[in-house]
């Protein structure tokens, strides 16, 4: 199972980008999928979850509101548009697979790409 995380960089406070995660080597539209985060100095921590169909998102209160994962069965590939962002939103981004979205220890998980936000 790859999970390939992409579309990172270097934004200015209030500014916008979207994360990509392709997966290989799983069904894919078996499986829910999540983002998670890990900041300098911080513990990795939950930001975004899609069930397997992309009927049920779940998000982390801190980003509510200004993030949105969605999914796109055909192209086994899962998204995280990131608008509204902010100096605390940078962080490595990973994204996760799981059978359920309600998972506390999700299967597998991608190599991260970074986001760094300036203010």
């Known amino acids: 199972v790859q999970l390939q995380a992409s579309g990172g960089g270097l934004v200015q406070a209030g500014g916008s980008l979207r994360l990509s995660c392709a997966a290989s080597?799983?069904?894919?539209?078996?499986?829910?999928m999540s983002w998670f985060r890990q900041g300098p100095g911080k513990e990795r921590e939950f930001v975004a979850a899609i069930s397997r169909s992309g009927g049920t998102t779940h998000y982390a209160d801190s980003v509510k509101g200004r993030f949105t994962i969605s999914r796109d069965n055909a192209k086994n590939t899962v998204y995280l548009q990131m608008n509204n962002l902010k100096p605390e939103d940078t962080a490595v981004y990973y994204c996760?697979?799981?059978?359920?979205?309600?998972?506390?220890?999700?299967?597998?998980w991608g190599q991260g790409t970074q986001v760094t936000v300036s203010s």
């Open positions: 080597g799983l069904s894919f539209s078996s499986y829910a």
């Open positions: 996760a697979a799981d059978r359920i979205i309600t998972s506390s220890q999700w299967d597998y």
